[in-house]
């Protein structure tokens, strides 16, 4: 038995030794990194919808149109349903937020809240906000690094709120 244990030791560290004096050139890879940074995605109007299934908002998406790298993005509310500013202005952010990250071709976004009334045509704006991607540093942050998205938004980029958006939310 120990001459065994012995003659296997031995055929071991021979083994190790051969392959220890193998040239390992061809062998070495070169180093590939762990995290790569992803290619944006190219927007047109067959990928536009996907895009947005992995956007999360407080109130349902109505309408989403590509056109000549803008895109045009309407959140609906039913006429009871409550609508909160503060959502409206973090869904906008986000949504701008992710559309001029993870995109190379958007150069503007239009966002609409909209009240859907009794006659299907027919719809009441509440809110407009528009952005342009020329302004890199109003989008670059996170929502969550935002300490007041309300205010930022704001100041950063033109709103415009429908007299009628107040009369719609006061008791």
Do not use: C
């Not at 003659?7 to 193998?22: D, T």
């Not at 299934?53 to 803008?70: G, L, P």
């Not at 670059?140 to 100041?155: A, I, R």
């Amino acid at each position: 038995m120990p001459r065994r244990l012995f003659a296997a030791i031995a055929v071991s560290a021979f083994l190790a030794l051969l392959l220890s004096l193998v040239p390992s050139a061809g062998w070495k890879q070169t180093d590939v990194p762990t995290f790569q940074a992803s290619r944006p995605i190219h927007l047109s109007e067959q990928n536009a919808l996907d895009l947005f299934t992995t956007v999360a908002t407080h109130y349902n998406i109505k309408r989403i149109k590509w056109e000549n790298s803008s895109v045009y993005v309407d959140l609906a509310v039913k006429p009871a349903e409550k609508v909160e500013l503060t959502h409206v202005y973090r869904d906008f952010y986000s949504l701008t937020h992710d559309l001029f990250t993870l995109t190379d071709n958007v150069k503007q976004v239009y966002f609409r809240m909209l009240e859907e009334t009794d006659q299907p045509k027919e719809q009441r704006l509440l809110v407009a906000i528009e952005s342009s991607n020329t302004n890199q540093a109003a989008h670059g942050k996170p929502l969550d690094e935002l300490h007041d998205v309300d205010s930022y938004v704001k100041g950063a980029f033109p709103v415009r709120i429908d007299p009628y958006f107040y009369e719609r939310i006061s008791p």
